[in-house]
């Protein structure tokens, strides 16, 4: 990988996400050579890929170049590559692009989607965890609406512009919400020889609420922005299989979809060459500083990591902040480690500032420590967190800029078709 | 194709280029129906292609969703297709998603890339005729550079970070200086580890001086910029052949590079079916009413149409003005043929407000009527008429917020690789 030896200790990071990105900005460079690793040159701000799905946003306002990132920073070293194998016994990580010894391994890979071994739904369904999956997404979503168009059977219309979300958490939610929205107000003006009111959007959930991470507060006011919006929401139901745009639901009950986005569910992305006995629940299983069972330098962060801690026996969230605080706390850890010092960081605790989920235009539902409240106020701490939140202050302005516009003009402008999407 | 007959004349327009649109915007809709063809769903601003490439604006700054630009219009239909063949005697065209009846067809299908049968060139050349080709161009720019890190062969590391452009005309040119900027401001900072210094950027022109379309002083203008800002301009020259990052040029030099785009040629996107006759210079040959040699309901504008002038006996420049004045031109045209009035249009004239590129920060050169001059102030009003070209308030504002971005920060945002370019 031509990487010098600089006598220092040498940290691989696996991941540009939240958690390895949090890991690396607070890594002193006296004591550490960093190197990152990830399969794009840029980070990525998950929670609004649905925006790009929308046509809401472009790549460039949730993408932010890992170079850019850590410009000026001495001694850190970034490679676009894939991991092949690890050795943990060698200390050594094989990539498609060659090997790279390490003192320390972090393991920040993130998540990919979990079809529970259904191989049909697998080849059928579309996904939403890279900004080249949400393009694929934009792009089909108006494919359809173009082929819709040629159709004189009203059924095959219908299938055409229905969508299908399985998996009512925050992404599936969100994703509702936003079609929703271009259903009622972008759409209609784009296909005027369409009878826009028989698209339908289904979001279907297994358990008895939407949003089931969060308080009942919140998933009863969601449902209620749901419903409002259009949005056919089917409770206690799960998807049996999907093919020739039929959804067949558990209960025997049809949907006529040409579309069908799964987000019911994720797995850690696991490496191989790692110690099987150190995954659970398709994690890595961490102690409270990190480190992976079984292993003396090799840690866990972000999503991809489990750990119990007493106020989640369950273990920790899959969410940013729990990413960012591990990567912060894991950075400290391995700070007080090199200096030899007799200071330790204390065992890591999740500081829980509450979670959030948006519905469509000025809705919103937050569940904070002690508050549960919906409406328009939670609209606006919603856009404001998320606009604080995404790296780099040109994304943020970007970002910005296109919401204002989006919401003044009932509008998505980014309607393009770049690369059509054709399954394989 | 599912268009219904309405009783108006029916007018089919392939190609939602300049011609297409400045056509479909004017023509009368109270005689006629129009139905616009193209094979992508938005319309591409084609001069600013170079700085999708260059990784200074996303899409959406610079292609505009052609359904919402006729938005609201009567009797409008917008199909996105690729044309198979034109029937002119039945007066029917022939796509991949079905047919369509006209009672006039207007060609505005602009052109695509000549490699004057090459094909050598054409397998490992890069082009940028549209935006698909552009973020390839992007990426690979971006792949190269990272798979120069892995040499340790200083030979091969020069040759991935180095790319000739071939064809000094305004594309060549103005892609050259966006190049020259990101070697200058940009790539020092992202490959740390790389000899900036050692990237060159060729400029391979076959005339004796760039821009030779353009007046001679701003040629030698354009020259002394490219000169400053370190692009290796080599004129009187052209290219033999290209293989395995070689440039062999026809003088017996060679240039090392891993990259070539070929900017050296375009020729019109002809249609089967049609009279070949009616073919000159690889574009159709029209009349001053825009009527394509040998038929009778079958016109041509913008880049594909071929029109001898007084002023312009050797055929109308292939640029944005005269297509958008020709598309407007024949909307007239029809519009009166179809008012069975009197009044007619006159011959087609070209008002020539003049040509302009640009190259590189506070550079540009101007051919006014009467005056041709460079610098800061040809830069500012190139940036002025280009802003003001785009399509739409949102395209126009989000240039803008861009430039001014990348001016103030010396930068170019949007460094991505969203989707990897590989050669088939």
Redo the contacts between chains.
């Keep these: 990988?031509?990487i010098p030896e600089t006598g220092k200790k040498r940290v691989v990071i696996i991941g540009g996400g939240f958690a390895g990105l949090h890991l690396a900005r607070n890594l002193n460079d006296r004591y550490f050579q960093i190197v990152m690793i990830d399969k794009?040159?840029?980070h990525t701000f998950q929670p609004l890929l649905y925006q790009v799905a929308t046509a809401g946003l472009?790549?460039?306002s949730i993408?932010y170049?890992l170079?850019?990132l850590f410009?000026?920073s001495k001694d850190f070293?970034f490679?676009?590559a894939e991991v092949d194998r690890v050795d943990t016994e060698q200390k050594r990580l094989h990539t498609n692009?060659?090997e790279v010894t390490f003192d320390y391994l972090i393991i920040a890979t993130g998540t990919t989607t979990n079809f529970f071994g259904n191989r049909e739904l697998e080849q059928n369904a579309m996904t939403m965890k890279s900004?080249?999956e949400a393009?694929d997404l934009r792009s089909l979503i108006?494919q359809n609406f173009?082929k819709a168009?040629?159709?004189?059977a009203v059924s095959e219309q219908d299938a055409l512009m229905s969508i299908a979300i399985v998996g009512a958490g925050p992404t599936g939610v969100e994703l509702a919400g936003a079609l929703a929205e271009l259903k009622k107000h972008v759409l209609p003006?784009?296909?005027p020889?369409l009878n826009i009111n028989r698209m339908q959007v289904y979001l279907i959930e297994m358990a008895d609420r939407v949003l089931p991470p969060m308080s009942s507060v919140a998933s009863s006011k969601a449902l209620d922005y749901l419903k409002k919006l259009g949005v056919n929401v089917i409770l206690n139901e799960a998807v049996e299989s999907y093919r020739d745009h039929r959804v067949m639901l558990k209960s025997g009950k049809e949907l006529n979809a040409a579309m069908m986005i799964w987000a019911a569910g994720v797995k850690g992305n696991l490496l191989p060459g790692m110690n099987e006995e150190a995954v659970k629940y398709n994690r890595y299983e961490v102690n409270r500083y990190h480190l992976v069972k079984g292993e003396e330098s090799v840690y866990a962060i972000g999503d991809v990591a489990y750990m119990e801690t007493e106020e989640f026996p369950h273990g920790l969230p899959m969410l940013a902040p729990v990413a960012n605080q591990s990567g912060g706390n894991l950075a400290k850890h391995l700070n007080y480690l090199q200096q030899a010092r007799s200071q330790t960081v204390k065992e890591f605790e999740y500081f829980d500032k509450g979670v959030m989920a948006t519905v469509g235009r000025n809705k919103a539902v937050a569940d904070l420590k002690k508050l549960k409240f919906g409406g328009l106020f939670a609209w606006l701490i919603w856009m404001f967190v998320h606009l604080l939140s995404l790296v780099g202050f040109?994304n943020r302005?970007?970002t910005f800029?296109?919401w204002t516009?989006n919401y003044f003009?009932f509008?998505r402008?980014?309607?393009?078709?770049?690369?059509k999407f054709e399954r394989n």
Excluded: C, Q, T
Excluded at 413 to 419: A, T
């Design positions: 990988m031509n794009n040159n840029y472009e790549p460039d993408a170049p170079r850019k410009k000026g070293y490679r676009m692009i060659g900004v080249s393009l108006l173009e168009l040629l159709k004189s003006h784009d296909y020889d040109r302005l970007i800029f296109n516009y003009n509008d402008g980014i309607r393009l078709i770049i690369r």
